[in-house]
């Protein structure tokens, strides 16, 4: 469910090459019927585009995917309070080169880890987030859980 206007979750992406853990996201976030919207902004190629997409953007949670130096989730994270989930990509070292740069941010700039290419649970927990105050949202997770027993 795309929507270009007020998403809940924006899904960033620094390449293409991270298309499948987008599509886990956006996948979980259709199942529980959450707006969202998908950027593929590099932090490192274009900063500035970063820094206006995530200025004007009205979603509430950003699910940030980034493999090597993973720098997306940290630089999104020093642009905005709101919540900033960082999804580790396993493209060299295993991920864990990956998990250790999103996970070991500096006080004062924290970002939400999942695990290496666990794009399914970055969508749980940001749904989790905007459950806090949205009971519709809570409930449909609730729903969700449920069904897995």
Known sequence: ????????????AGS???????????????????????????????PEKLREYI???????FVAIAGLAAHL???VASMTVRPVIGVPVGVKLGG????????????GVPVGTVGIDNGRNAALLA????GVGD?????RLKAMRKSWN
Not at 27 to 46: C, M, P, W, Y
Not at 97 to 104: E, G, M, P, R, Y
Not at 127 to 130: D, P, Q, S
Not at 135 to 139: F, G, I, Q, T
């Open 1 to 12: 469910m795309k929507l270009g206007r007020s998403p809940k979750v924006a899904v960033l």
């Open 16 to 46: 293409k090459s991270d298309q499948a853990i987008i599509d886990d996201v956006v996948k979980t976030l259709d199942e529980l019927g959450v707006e969202h919207e998908v950027q593929v902004i590099s932090a490192h190629r274009n």
């Open 55 to 61: 200025s004007g953007s009205k979603a509430k949670v």
């Open 73 to 75: 989730p940290g630089v």
């Open 96 to 107: 864990l080169d990956s998990l250790l740069s999103i996970a070991q941010m500096p006080p």
């Open 127 to 130: 749904v989790e987030i905007l």
């Open 135 to 139: 009971s519709a949202v809570s409930e």
